[in-house]
């Protein structure tokens, strides 16, 4: 059948990226569901700075890619053996698709999945294949889903199926942005209730963190960022304070708002700096929690005394440590509830052919998190 794909043949194209136009809509070819597999008609798909990560290649990936990774959609068809869903289902892709057999998996961290990183890794699905052709070219998955499409084969390992009554639209978040951000709180943090915490990088994962950890009920939540916009829409969020962490005494700051330091810092930027700066605010005791994905070449260094001096940790959170299964129906449950606002992190509802100009709005800082509307 035919599909439209949001094709990406050559990394590092220079910026504006309205004029260098990196992506190139296009119709494709889209084989049938093989064993396992989905057809998804997409409903709606976010960007998100993984995918921009893939563009201006700081993570590499094998091309040509048709790329997306965070959506929601229809099931229309189903290849064999399918047994988790049907035609007519709605579901939330995933972009860790769990084999359930590896030691990650068996230790119940499907987002560790030794299996689904490498299928990933190749530009396949789990089960090995590659299902989209563009003018006689094989073109590689991207994480398993290729979401910026009009339709998608997915492994029914990259899907999980929501109620119906849950916003179909909205529901594309929970797939990255809710996963990673509300997860990195909860499940690698667990933070709890009178706690105190900061958020340090407010884009769409990170807007999301700070949602979770108002869920959570924490006693004082301070929202870091340069963007001064970004700070002011922490606070209309429910941020207690917000921060600009290039100022001088910006770590003075924070301790003066919660002496000590704060009980938990989770730094969603993807920058050292602001992983340094996450660590060096918790309390003596405290954790630091990063979820952000800096280029693979970049180090970072502190004071190895303070590990057991201080009793500090600094964990690392892929995909907030999540167990699709169970979290994305749970925090679909809390966002209808409106526990997690999440709808109030949509700032721009785009189409298909205005992904362009979509990404040079996310590279530009712009925005929290955009929709492509199918």
């Given amino acids: 059948m035919k599909t439209k794909i949001a094709l990406l043949r050559e990394m590092g194209l220079p910026r504006p990226y309205t004029d260098s136009k990196p992506i190139e809509i296009v119709e ?14 997409l409903v709606a798909a976010g960007l998100c ?12 990936r094998v091309m040509p890619m048709a790329l997306g990774h965070e959506a929601s959609g229809i099931v229309e068809a189903v290849g064999p053996n399918v047994t988790r ?26 987002a560790l999945c030794e299996p689904g990183a490498a299928a990933s890794g190749k ?30 084969i997915v492994a029914q390992e990259s899907c999980v199926k929501i109620d119906k009554s849950v916003p179909l639209e909205t529901a594309a978040v929970l797939g990255c942005a809710v ?21 340090i990088g407010l884009g769409g994962v990170g807007l999301a963190a700070l949602l979770g950890a108002l869920a959570a009920g924490a006693q004082t939540v301070i929202a870091v960022d340069i963007s001064e916009e970004k700070r002011q829409f922490a606070l209309e969020l429910g941020a207690d304070y917000a921060i600009d962490p290039s100022a001088p005494d910006a770590i003075e700051q924070v301790r003066r708002l919660v002496p000590g330091g704060v009980d938990l810092a989770v730094e969603l930027a993807g920058a050292v700096p602001a992983l340094k700066f996450a660590y ?13 994905l ?13 590990l057991a001096a201080e009793e500090k940790t600094l964990k690392g959170s892929y995909v907030g440590s999540c167990v699709p299964l169970r979290d994305i129906p749970r925090f679909a449950s809390m966002m209808v509830k409106k526990q997690l606002p999440v709808e109030k992190l949509i700032t721009h509802r785009i189409k ?16 929290i998190r955009q929709l492509i509307i199918f």
Avoid at 131 to 139: A, D, G, P
């Fill in 28 to 41: 494709a070819e889209l084989s049938p569901p093989a064993n396992g597999e989905l057809l998804v008609k």
């Fill in 85 to 110: 869903f049907q035609p007519g289902d709605h579901v939330v892709m995933v972009f860790i698709p769990s084999c359930g057999h590896c030691i990650p998996c068996a230790e119940g961290r499907p």
């Fill in 179 to 199: 996963l990673t951000g509300v997860g990195a709180v909860l499940n690698s943090g667990q933070l709890q209730a009178g706690q105190t915490c900061a958020i």
């Fill in 280 to 292: 060096d605010i918790i309390k003596r005791g405290g954790q630091a929690v990063t979820g952000g």
């Fill in 123 to 152: 530009g396949e699905l789990l089960g090995g294949t590659k299902h989209i052709q563009y003018k006689c070219e094989e073109v590689n998955h991207h994480l398993g889903v290729s979401a910026f499409s009009t339709h998608a």
């Fill in 49 to 60: 700075h993984s995918d921009l990560s893939v563009i201006n290649a700081n993570r590499p």
């Fill in 294 to 306: 800096p280029h693979p070449k970049a180090e970072i260094s502190f004071p190895a005394v303070s």
């Fill in 352 to 367: 298909l052919e205005d992904i362009n100009e979509g990404f040079e709005r996310l590279a530009n800082g712009e925005g």
